[in-house]
């Protein structure tokens, strides 16, 4: 494995552990150009740990996200496991490594057969975020192609008012198309108000990290793709009935109208991107449109030209590249038909 000397192109470091006090000298340092690293005693793993017995030849894997910016690790041993912070990594997906994080291959309770290393990252997460916010960094409520949705309190707040949607993205430094795309998204977010469309708080960028964080509202039940299916599921019919349907359309034409009279198309309109919230003493969910990624503007009514969506509930129109705010319009139907 290659020596990396400039920190700008790590994406962290493991270094090794022992009696208590860190072994810098033999810090082993991950390349963002690598993506992923095999640790084991096997010689084809990228990083070959040998002399320790509970360390299986091919042990766990450690991988880093770019558009993401995180780092996550997945258990691939039968015997001794991999352990973070005295946790085991049970789960297939893995856990997300924070910096400082504790790595032991092997149980941590024998320290004399387990290898044991700190993760130190060099992708820590937004300072201004996390002074203003508690993240919970367990695991994404939300994620997509490229953003991860966190669960995060204002430090400062308290009830359930206090709770946030914190939406992170990533770019690097060199990244123009990347970074025009997070300033639109951040534009629409600021100028779209209405009851159907998720509030937009504020935006956070850490240009040393790389990172910019929307602040968003908070939706715990979901989005109306897990709604539906639910709904499949718990009442063994083909979705929801056509009355909840009706009412939940109106409320989706309502936004979608509000974004045309401002001349904005969303060009990714589909279940996973329709939060919905529940509301005391109701009978019926809110619904509010989310992720406004993809979205336009339309300028002096110039027809659009990118082909982009999910092809499922995409237009016709959007392949050909030549479209409008109609496209919009089929989306909407085509949720209807989902429901």
Same mark, same amino acid.
């Given at each position: 494995?290659?020596?990396?000397?400039?920190?700008?192109?790590? =994406?962290?470091?493991?270094?090794? =552990?022992?009696h208590g006090k860190l072994v810098r000298r033999w810090a082993i340092e991950l390349a963002k150009d690598e993506f992923y690293y095999s640790l084991g005693t096997h010689r084809d793993c990228d990083v070959v740990i040998r002399g320790w017995r509970l360390v299986e030849p091919y042990h766990c894997r450690i991988? =880093?996200?770019?558009?993401?910016?995180?780092?996550? !690790?997945?258990?691939? /041993?039968?015997?001794?496991?991999? #352990?973070?912070?005295?946790?085991?990594?049970?789960?297939?997906?893995?856990?997300l490594l924070r910096n400082n994080d504790k790595v032991s291959l092997g149980a941590p309770m024998l320290v004399n057969e387990s290898r044991v290393f700190v993760f130190e990252s060099s992708t820590t997460n937004s300072k201004c975020l996390e002074e203003g916010y508690?993240?919970? #960094? &367990?695991?994404? !409520?939300?994620?997509?192609?490229?953003?991860?949705? #966190?669960?995060a309190?204002?430090?400062?707040?308290?009830?359930?008012?206090?709770?946030?949607?914190?939406?992170?993205?990533?770019c690097e430094a060199d990244d123009t198309v990347r970074k025009a795309y997070i300033t639109n998204e951040i534009k629409l977010a600021t100028l779209l108000v209405h009851p159907n469309i +998720?509030? =937009?708080?504020?935006?956070?960028?850490?240009?040393? /990290?790389?990172?910019? +964080?929307? !602040?968003l509202e908070l939706s715990l039940n979901g989005n109306l793709e897990r709604y539906v299916g639910q709904h499949r599921l718990s009442h063994s019919q083909r979705g929801i009935d056509a009355l909840e349907a009706? &009412?939940?359309?109106?409320?989706?034409?309502s936004a979608v109208s509000y974004m045309h009279s401002l001349s904005v198309v969303h060009r990714d309109l589909k279940p996973a991107n329709i939060l919905v919230t529940s509301v005391p003493k109701?009978? #019926?969910?809110?619904?509010?449109?989310?992720?406004?990624?993809?979205?336009?503007? !339309?300028?002096?009514?110039?027809?659009?030209?990118?082909i982009c969506g999910t092809p499922a509930y995409a237009a016709p129109e959007v392949v050909q590249c030549s479209y409008g705010s109609a496209v919009d319009s089929w989306s909407v139907g085509a949720i209807v038909v989902y429901m």
């Open positions: 494995m290659k020596t990396v000397q400039d920190p700008q192109t790590l =994406f962290g470091k493991l270094i090794p =552990f022992r991988e =880093f996200d770019p558009d993401l910016g995180v780092v996550r !690790i997945t258990n691939r /041993s039968r015997l001794g496991g991999t #352990w973070v912070n005295g946790a085991l990594v049970s789960t297939p997906e893995g856990i508690v993240v919970d #960094w &367990h695991r994404p !409520i939300g994620s997509g192609a490229s953003c991860a949705v #966190w669960k309190r204002k430090r400062m707040g308290y009830g359930p008012k206090a709770y946030r949607a914190v939406k992170i993205l990533h +998720c509030t =937009f708080y504020e935006a956070l960028q850490d240009p040393q /990290s790389g990172k910019t +964080c929307l !602040i009706r &009412h939940l359309t109106e409320q989706l034409c109701s009978d #019926w969910p809110v619904i509010k449109i989310t992720d406004f990624g993809l979205s336009k503007q !339309i300028t002096h009514g110039a027809p659009l030209k990118t």
